[in-house]
């Protein structure tokens, strides 16, 4: 399971926490209700029968194990004086995956999906809720910006590499007396040894099942499995050295190729590749 990553913002003098897990964001409630009072300001906002509305409205659209019944009873309890709901009583009772509620001394607290937070940050203050937007966006394009630059080099490096592997191919697979199409049909064969042993399938049959996908299957490669690309060009044109036939090499570069998946990635989304 991929660990969830942090990172804070600044929003008008307060420090707020963002957790992503999996593409989602999380934005830490208790440091928003902090700049304004504390944590009496979240169990306010979740009495309110608008709040409590949006938030069962919400969990029915993104949320398929939630408890729509349990909603139904809260919404008929809302408005009275005697009405009490905490982030806790809330998930434990509809099953809710919007909001979360974190233990430990530092970054413990109640989270919320963005969507949420930033309904709360409105509830807060507008021109709150404005700035949180503005800093979280200038994460997120900062983010993209980082990632868009760790990819182009890593691909930069994967085709570096794919220099060493093609030379070894010509120094040891490619015979002298062939023409230039049949040299490139072996270079190709090559490549596709690579893209299966990583992506389990040629070339062709990513074209085929992308029709209108511009580019070829490298260039939707994520950044980890880039980095692994390079390493497994490396390992094959060693192992072409070794005058390993392509059948051994393509088990040996599919098992490295895991390996290496999980040790970056770690279990999700790696599944054995054949």
Do not use: C
């Not at 030379?167 to 090559?190: L, M, R, W």
């Amino acid at each position: 399971m991929a660990k969830d990553k942090k990172a804070t913002i600044n929003v008008q003098g307060t420090e707020i926490v963002i957790i992503s897990q999996n593409e989602n964001d999380f934005i830490s409630l208790t440091n928003m209700a902090n700049k304004f009072g504390g944590d009496d300001l979240i169990y306010s906002w979740m009495r309110n029968r608008n709040t409590l509305e949006f938030l069962g409205i919400w969990e029915q659209l993104h949320n398929p194990i939630f408890k729509g019944g349990e909603f139904e009873t809260f919404k008929k309890e809302a408005g009275l004086n005697s009405f009490h709901l905490t982030p806790k009583k809330w998930i434990e009772a509809t099953n809710a995956i919007g909001i979360q509620s974190k233990a430990g001394r530092y970054g413990g607290g109640t989270y919320a999906h963005k969507d949420l937070a930033f309904e709360f940050g409105s509830w807060l203050s507008p021109e709150f809720k404005l700035y949180l937007i503005k800093e979280f966006q200038r994460l997120k394009d900062d983010e993209n910006s980082r990632l868009s630059l760790e990819w182009n080099l890593t691909r930069t490096l994967s085709k570096i590499n794919y220099r060493i592997h093609t030379d070894a191919i010509k120094e040891h697979i490619v015979p002298q007396s062939i023409t230039k199409e049949q040299a490139s049909f072996i270079y190709a064969n090559e490549a596709d040894a690579l893209n299966v042993a990583l992506f389990g399938k040629t070339a062709k049959q990513w074209r085929d099942e992308n029709p209108k996908q511009e580019g070829n299957i490298r260039d939707y490669a994520s950044i980890e499995q880039l980095l692994v690309l390079a390493n497994i060009e490396s390992m094959n044109a060693e192992f072409i050295r070794m005058e390993l036939p392509q059948n051994e090499r393509l088990i040996k570069l599919n098992q490295i190729a895991i390996t290496q998946l999980k040790s970056l990635m770690g279990n999700q989304n790696i599944k054995k590749l054949k």
